[in-house]
């Protein structure tokens, strides 16, 4: 049980807009900054944002995120089958000494 | 060009220890807060430990206090996880990541390729 909640799946044709959900509590998203991983089949997991909304270089402008209060969205437009993948939430949270904690990951698939 | 490589990792019998180390270069080592993430077969990411730059601050994931050590030597550059009384629960594969930061964020950026621990008998 992932202390970020997560959608298990996502899915959508190319061309789409597509979004995945990461909640949480006070503790986490409701006080930290929240990044967003991307991990490709058998590869290491990629940032692909990072405090809450910022892209690093060379992640395309088709991925966008967002926070509210205790929870987050990470935002696909433009479907790309090269997008299918694994996607993980993030934030630091305050709690027990204070720890990272991750969401349970989103399998993207595009159709 | 900013790098991490981890090594170490291998089949452990129960109860058995380990060291796993990772080694950095392309940026300054010193300067950056450093974690341990692991990922075990077909699940999701789990953070493990991190460390201070200058090792005086240690976190570690509930589940690995009292069993699992992070250190680290800024003059060799390198990231270490002593793992002690193993269990067949800490299988995975485990990322040295290096902990980004600007203001009041964080973030895990890079990762390296990972080293699979596998505990069994």
């Known amino acids: 049980q992932s202390v970020l909640t997560q959608p298990p799946s996502a899915s959508g044709t190319p061309g789409q807009r597509v979004t995945i959900s990461c909640s949480g509590s006070s503790s986490n998203i409701g006080s930290n900054t929240v990044n967003w991983y991307q991990q490709l089949p058998g590869t290491a997991p990629k940032l692909l944002i990072y405090s809450n909304n910022q892209r690093p270089s060379g992640v395309p402008d088709r991925f966008s995120g967002s926070k509210s209060g205790t929870s987050a969205s990470l935002a696909i437009s433009g479907l790309q089958s090269e997008d299918e993948a694994d996607y993980y939430c993030a934030a630091w949270d305050d709690s027990l000494n204070g720890h990272w904690v991750f969401g349970g990951g989103t399998k993207l698939t595009v159709l | 060009e900013v790098q991490l490589v981890e090594s170490g990792g291998g089949l452990v019998q129960p109860g058995g220890s380990l060291r796993l180390s990772c080694a950095a270069s392309g940026f300054t080592f010193s300067s950056y807060w450093m974690s341990w993430v692991r990922q075990a077969p077909g699940k999701g990411l789990e953070w493990v430990a991190n460390?201070?730059?200058?090792?005086?601050?240690?976190y570690y994931v509930d589940s690995v206090k009292g069993r699992f050590t992070i250190s680290r030597d800024n003059a060799k550059n390198s990231l270490y996880l002593q793992m002690n009384s193993l269990r067949a629960e800490d299988t995975a594969v485990y990322y040295c990541?290096?902990?980004?930061?600007?203001?009041?964020?964080?973030?895990?950026?890079?990762w390296g390729q990972g080293t699979l621990v596998t505990v069994s008998s």
């Open positions: 990541a290096r902990e980004g930061w600007e203001l009041n964020s964080n973030w895990f950026d890079p």
């Open positions: 460390i201070k730059q200058d090792g005086s601050e240690k």
